[in-house]
């Protein structure tokens, strides 16, 4: 029985289109919606049982609506960031409405930060540390503290079920040895990667750009890649050049979490 990883959501921390910008990727996107991007945002099916969602971005509720789903019983926050978790008061409130209290997993200090913006949530979620890792059905899942370049630090999670391993890391640049042993020997990883090739002053930024991917990619060798947390920068029209085994995310795809042979 295959479990699949849902893409709910590829974009960076405005959405494309960004709501001042008239470029020509964010008014496609207002025409034809290729490149129309929410926040990123994935879910995990489960083939037994319930799913566990990954960030509660300010999408959610449209996410929600798309993936057919009427309650959010478990998710995995990332890291304390707007993008990543504006739509936890939401998420709380549906939680008060149908009197079914959500839980969410985060490392501590996550948790810390969470608390501290939106102080009324633990009325209707209960919080989880989850720095020393836990467990999802039959996935065990380990937690790694990532380098988010300016912007701090965000975390990436590791999900291994038997002999398949995958990770999500949507907020990362610049990896030492330590994260990079962490994202090594996996399956499928999902990455963000705001650009394709950001020109930005490099201690100004916050997430690889593509060709900085690849060049990860090359060190720590998954079997698969998906982009995710793409920026108005990226158009989903354009060949960019990239390995036959690293394509970009798009919303609503549904990747099975197992290996060609087992599915
Ligand atoms: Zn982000
Ligand atoms: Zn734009």
């Not at 019983?73 to 079914?100: N, Q």
């Not at 720590?220 to 029209?237: E, L, Q």
Request: charged fraction near 25%.
């Amino acid at each position: 029985m295959t479990d699949f990883l849902h893409i709910l959501g590829n974009g960076d921390s405005m959405g494309v289109p960004r709501i001042y910008c008239d470029c020509e990727v964010c008014s496609e996107s207002r025409i034809d919606g290729r490149n129309r991007r929410l926040r990123s945002a994935a879910y995990l099916e489960a083939a037994m049982g319930d799913g566990l969602w990954i960030d509660i971005g300010p999408d959610w509720k449209e996410q929600m609506e798309a993936l057919g789903k009427r309650s959010m019983p478990v998710a995995l926050l990332t890291h304390a960031h707007y993008d990543h978790m504006a739509g936890l008061p939401e998420w709380a409130d549906c939680c008060r409405w149908t009197k079914e209290k959500g839980i969410l997993y985060a490392p501590a200090e996550v948790l810390t930060q969470v608390r501290e913006r939106y102080p009324w949530l633990e009325n209707q979620l209960h919080y989880r540390e989850v720095d020393k890792g836990t467990r999802f059905g039959d996935w065990s899942i380990t937690t790694k503290k990532v380098c988010h370049g300016k912007n701090g630090y965000s975390y990436a999670y590791r999900l291994q079920k038997a002999e398949y391993a995958f990770a999500y890391c949507p907020d990362a640049i610049n990896l030492g040895a330590e994260e990079k042993a962490f994202l090594t020997g996996l399956d499928l990883l999902v990455l963000g990667t705001s650009y394709y090739k950001e020109e930005f002053d490099f201690h100004t930024r916050s997430v690889y750009d593509m060709t900085e991917a690849v060049e990860l990619i090359r060190e720590i060798t998954p079997g698969r890649v998906y982009f995710t947390h793409m920026s108005h920068g990226v158009d989903v029209r354009e060949p960019y050049p990239l390995p036959p085994h690293v394509s970009l995310a798009e919303r609503g795809m549904r990747l099975p979490l197992a290996r060609p042979c087992e599915r």
